[in-house]
């Protein structure tokens, strides 16, 4: 099945600066990358998701990108702010199969 | 329209017993998977459902099993219960099966003693 890594998994940037997180995938079959946010003792939320059909997406300060030949997506989050601050997971997902979650990447920014 | 809801929201039981678990998806949503989250292990997949069939199951023993109802509301149900089956257990549900974004509950926190 899908195997889903995640790196770092944990991140400290400064309020202001840059933050970026990777994740590798197994199965190439895989055509669904989303993005989820949890904040401290709430639900994860999607931030932001691609297809495999598509190399990059953003909304607003938030980036994904994506290489289906090196299996790998990343998230950037640019001009991070405090409230930025939370547990991201990536995952991927394909037809028929359900999604598989990376482990999880737990982001500071210090103001 | 409504979100996702889970219910109980909070549980306490003692090891040897079972323990059962609601979600009820957003209206029109077919597919429910299952997630088991404890500290430093992310979300862990249990198993999904979509039309009252179990399409995919993870890495669990079968002490961890679930059914879905003809309205999509499903149940996951753990028996003979182990200190380290405390966890937070999120349901989400999606339009269809896979490749679709899922929307989460609030989970379920199950503390064994």
């Known amino acids: 099945g899908e195997n889903v890594e995640q790196h770092p998994s944990t991140l400290s940037v400064q309020e202001g600066d840059s933050a970026v997180i990777k994740c590798t995938y197994s199965d190439s079959a895989s055509n669904y990358f989303p993005w989820y946010k949890q904040e401290l003792g709430k639900r994860p939320q999607l931030i932001i998701d691609?297809?495999?059909?598509?190399g990059e997406k953003k909304d607003q300060r938030i980036a994904v990108t994506l290489n289906k030949t090196a299996k790998h997506f990343s998230l950037h989050i640019t001009e991070t702010q405090p409230e930025d601050s939370a547990v991201y997971f990536c995952?991927?997902?394909?037809?028929?199969?359900?999604?598989?979650f990376g482990a999880g990447t737990r982001l500071t920014v210090k103001p | 329209k409504a979100g996702v809801t889970q219910t109980p929201r909070y549980l306490i039981k003692t090891r040897g017993q079972q323990v059962t678990l609601s979600c009820s998806p957003i209206?029109?949503?077919?597919?429910v998977s299952w997630y088991q989250q404890t500290p430093g292990q992310g979300l862990q997949f249990l198993f999904e459902?979509?039309?009252?069939?179990?399409?995919n199951k993870g890495n669990f023993p079968g002490r961890f099993s679930g059914r879905q109802f003809s309205n999509s509301r499903s149940e996951m149900n753990v028996s003979t219960l182990e200190l380290g089956d405390s966890a937070l257990y999120l349901c989400?549900?999606?339009?269809?099966?896979?490749?679709?974004?899922?929307?989460f509950g609030p989970g379920t926190r199950l503390t064994v003693l």
């Open positions: 995952a991927a997902s394909k037809v028929v199969v359900d999604m598989r």
């Open positions: 691609i297809r495999s059909n598509v």
């Open positions: 209206s029109g949503h077919r597919s």
């Open positions: 459902y979509f039309s009252e069939t179990q399409r």
């Open positions: 989400a549900s999606s339009f269809s099966t896979g490749g679709n974004e899922q929307f």
